[in-house]
């Protein structure tokens, strides 16, 4: 027995329509039925031009560029569909912005990640959906039950076709220390040996690599990492696994494409070959198009999740394979 909301309706804000309209193609319904504007001095306008009493409402918002205005208008639509008696809200951030800030690294540091958990459990959410957080424990952050979805079967499937399984060419490299339980995770699907690069960070956005760990000598490495920002790491990770490990191919993928600054120049001058993408975040408007960079959607992944989490059952089984 459902005992919660009549019927399902999904919503979006501004940041990732095209996804929210793929989310709801794959569950067979219109997207509901409201407008997020701004007003003349820049505050965010929500109308909702449809009734959501007592439904099962999911919002779908990306806290990507522009971070703080995408965050102010997710937070004002949870509380105009609270306001609207809605029986349950489910806030739907395919990329979770300020989740890289979920520690103190020096004195007076904030811990940024934990203050958005509070602005969303305020604004009235009952739940949270999102992909691949970039600290698992951030789920810790939310008072509210989480679901971490996992990207990585979407990249699984992907190699598989390209490349095939166990394929004793390829190897799965780990950008840094910290990513090898993502990429351990990967190797293991796809059936191949796994490498690290090691490397010393000097300062936010840049990274000196200082060696690799595995033999990737005449491979097809394909680099793993849960975000690309200024893509400074991936492209020197790249770099390395190339001209010291001596590897014949270099790909990579990614789950969050931010790109921002110098990021596509980047990738379009390193000896990546393909860049894959998920499409938590949108292909920055204001960006020459790179003919490097290829996406993969996401909308089946959470209109599955959004479809299990209504008929409550479980969502990890949709990765037990």
Do not use: W
């Amino acid at each position: 027995m459902i005992s919660h909301g009549k019927e399902i309706r999904v919503f979006a804000g501004n940041s990732n329509p095209a996804l929210a309209q793929d989310i709801c193609a794959e569950l067979y319904m219109p997207l509901g039925n409201a407008a997020v504007s701004q007003f003349a001095d820049g505050e965010c306008s929500i109308s909702v031009y449809e009734p959501v009493r007592g439904k099962d409402v999911f919002i779908v918002q990306s806290t990507c560029n522009h971070v703080n205005d995408n965050l102010m208008e997710l937070l004002i639509m949870i509380d105009a569909m609270r306001r609207a008696s809605a029986g349950r809200i489910t806030a739907v951030i395919p990329y979770f912005g300020y989740a890289r800030q979920d520690r103190k690294a020096k004195s007076r540091d904030p811990i940024s990640a934990k203050l958005v958990a509070n602005l969303i459990t305020a604004a009235g959410a009952d739940r949270v959906l999102t992909m691949d957080l970039h600290a698992a424990q951030i789920q810790g952050f939310f008072d509210i039950p989480v679901d971490n979805l996992m990207g990585s079967n979407l990249f699984v499937k992907h190699f598989a076709r390209k490349f095939g399984k166990g394929n004793e060419d390829v190897m799965i490299v780990s950008p840094d220390v910290g990513s090898t339980a993502r990429a351990r995770n990967f190797s293991m699907k796809l059936g191949v040996n796994m490498a690290i690069v090691d490397k010393r960070r000097e300062r936010a956005n840049q990274s000196e690599v200082m060696n690799i760990i595995g033999n990737v000598e005449d491979k097809i490495c394909i680099l793993l990492d849960d975000i690309v920002d200024t893509a400074g790491s991936l492209c020197g990770a790249a770099k390395a696994i190339k001209e010291i490990g001596g590897a014949r191919e270099v790909y990579a993928c990614a789950t969050h494409g931010v790109l921002s600054g110098p990021a596509i120049d980047r990738i379009h001058e390193s000896c990546i070959q393909e860049l894959l993408l998920l499409n938590t975040i949108p292909y920055p408007e204001d960006m020459p198009a790179c003919e490097k960079i290829q996406y993969l959607s996401t909308a089946s992944v959470f209109a599955e999740a959004i479809r299990r989490i209504y008929e409550e059952v479980s969502i990890a089984n949709m990765f037990d394979n």
